[in-house]
């Protein structure tokens, strides 16, 4: 079975520009998060979706948000970016939310510079 | 954001010996999960924790659920050069407000052949 797969894997931008990343989890997999990693702040979440519904959301500012599609593939969009923003942006899938048995699945990240 | 206490930050062995780490939390979770991270690369799940007291192996991996659940540590045994990377715990908390893992700070395993 296919891992999660993120794409692209490498991007750069330059400040005020906008951003789209996309994630396709893995077969069968209905939930989706994202999260952004960086050296200072480590892994912090970003939001989660099911059946195409955030379901929850980080404390980052409105300039990140997210979509679901029904076949679950997710994308997440900033806006106005920041030299702050720079990261790896990492996608994660599960097979549903609020199971006693949770695991998430990372696909390989998204690799954002700002410049 | 709020994070696990992971410690140690680092550490740097020898081929063979074994590693020990370990995550406290001031909440407690539901299930706890230990991740390793390559550069570049994002994290792969290596064990999965869903009750107090549990213990778990896999392979060289031997991880713990804490009684409390507020604590998991992760032992490897007889390590080798490819355990190289960075390892993290997450918690998870299965209640109405969604789904997030709570991520420790990680800690960067060097392994000197």
């Known amino acids: 079975k296919a891992g999660v797969t993120q794409t692209p894997r490498y991007l750069i931008k330059t400040r005020g520009q906008q951003v789209t990343l996309s994630c396709s989890p893995i077969?069968?997999?209905?939930?989706v998060s994202w999260y952004q990693q960086t050296p200072g702040q480590g892994l912090q979440f970003l939001f989660e979706y099911f059946s195409e519904t955030q379901r929850n959301k980080g404390n980052f500012p409105g300039r990140f948000s997210g979509r679901q599609f029904s076949n679950s593939r997710s994308e997440m969009n900033v806006s106005t970016l920041e030299l702050g923003d720079s990261a790896l942006y990492l996608c994660?899938?599960?097979?549903?939310?609020?199971?006693?048995?949770?695991?998430?699945?990372f696909g390989p990240g998204t690799r954002l510079t700002v410049t | 954001g709020q994070q696990l206490n992971q410690s140690p930050q680092s550490m740097f062995i020898q081929e063979g010996e074994d590693v020990s780490m370990n995550c406290t939390s001031s909440s407690i979770f539901n299930t706890w999960l230990w991740y390793k991270q390559d550069p570049g690369e994002g994290p792969v799940l290596l064990i999965a924790?869903?009750?107090?007291?549990e213990l778990t192996s896999n392979g060289r991996l031997t991880a713990q659920f804490g009684i409390t659940r507020k604590d998991s540590f992760l032992n490897i045994s007889a390590s080798i050069p490819s355990d190289v990377g960075i390892y993290f715990c997450?918690?998870?908390?299965?209640?109405?407000?969604?789904?997030?893992?709570?991520f420790g700070g990680g800690t960067r395993l060097m392994v000197k052949p």
């Open positions: 994660a899938s599960s097979l549903k939310p609020r199971t006693s048995a949770y695991e998430q699945y």
């Open positions: 997450a918690g998870h908390l299965n209640n109405n407000a969604g789904n997030m893992l709570t």
């Open positions: 077969s069968g997999h209905r939930s």
């Open positions: 924790l869903y009750k107090a007291g």
